[in-house]
């Protein structure tokens, strides 16, 4: 059975830092793995999605890394800012068996300005 | 906009109530979810059609009861839920594995609280 753990549960940084949010999971045999943000009380925006033959996808101040061997995936925020306070959520597709998201506990993000 | 509506955005029902969550999406996929997201644990996967056809029960209770007409809806019906059934829904649709990208999109949820 596959779990995925996230570290830090919370993180409260500057504005203008640059930070790296940590997914874990336990079955290297992923098809995909995804980051989303949930703003509270709403639901979930798809951030990035990376293919398990991909090592990193990239977007805007974000860019997603995946080792499978390792069993890791890390999101890095360049140049934080207010507006990225929200929780972010890693999520694990399996290759076979479950057909849906396994998802992380998230992490807590707050950006002080 | 993630092209998933959920309707209605809150409900407050009685747990002799019998009620409905709908969710509809708008991106030609196949495949559509029902997740519960409690405080402080992890989202739990709680149905998942594919073709239009239940493919996953994640050991959920009879208290909720899915049904998917066609690809683009899926309902949660409710009936006789229990306090600790409150909580955040969520409807996601993505095309099934193995076809394509998979990229999963959510809705805005419906927070449904039991009294």
């Known amino acids: 059975k596959q779990e995925v753990t996230q570290i830090p549960a919370a993180l409260s940084v500057p504005e203008g830092e640059n930070l790296v949010l940590n997914c874990s999971f336990t079955d290297s045999a992923i098809y995909n793995l995804q980051w989303f943000r949930q703003d509270p009380g709403k639901g979930l925006t798809s951030l990035l999605l990376?293919?398990?033959?991909?090592r990193e996808q990239t977007s805007g101040r974000l860019n997603a890394s995946l080792d499978k061997s390792s069993g890791r995936s890390t999101l890095y925020i360049a140049a934080s800012q207010p507006g990225d306070s929200a929780t972010y959520l890693c999520?694990?597709?399996?290759?076979?068996?479950?057909?849906?998201?396994?998802f992380g506990s998230g992490t807590r993000l707050q950006v002080q300005p | 906009e993630t092209g998933v509506t959920q309707t209605p955005r809150h409900l407050v029902m009685g747990m002799t109530n019998k009620k409905s969550l709908k969710c509809e999406q708008h991106?030609?996929?196949?495949?559509m979810y029902w997740y519960k997201q409690s405080a402080k644990k992890p989202l739990e996967l709680m149905f998942v059609?594919?073709?239009?056809?239940?493919?996953e029960n994640n050991s959920v209770p009879s208290r909720f009861s899915p049904e998917c007409p066609n690809s683009s809806h899926l309902f949660l019906h409710l009936h006789t839920l229990q306090p600790e059934d409150s909580a955040l829904y969520l409807c996601?649709?993505?095309?099934?594995?193995?076809?394509?990208?998979?990229?999963?999109?959510f809705g805005q949820g419906t927070r449904l609280t039991v009294v």
């Open positions: 991106l030609g996929h196949n495949a």
């Open positions: 999520a694990a597709l399996m290759d076979t068996g479950r057909r849906a998201l396994t």
């Open positions: 990376i293919q398990s033959s991909q």
């Open positions: 059609y594919s073709l239009e056809e239940r493919v």
């Open positions: 996601a649709s993505s095309q099934k594995t193995g076809v394509g990208n998979t990229e999963a999109f």
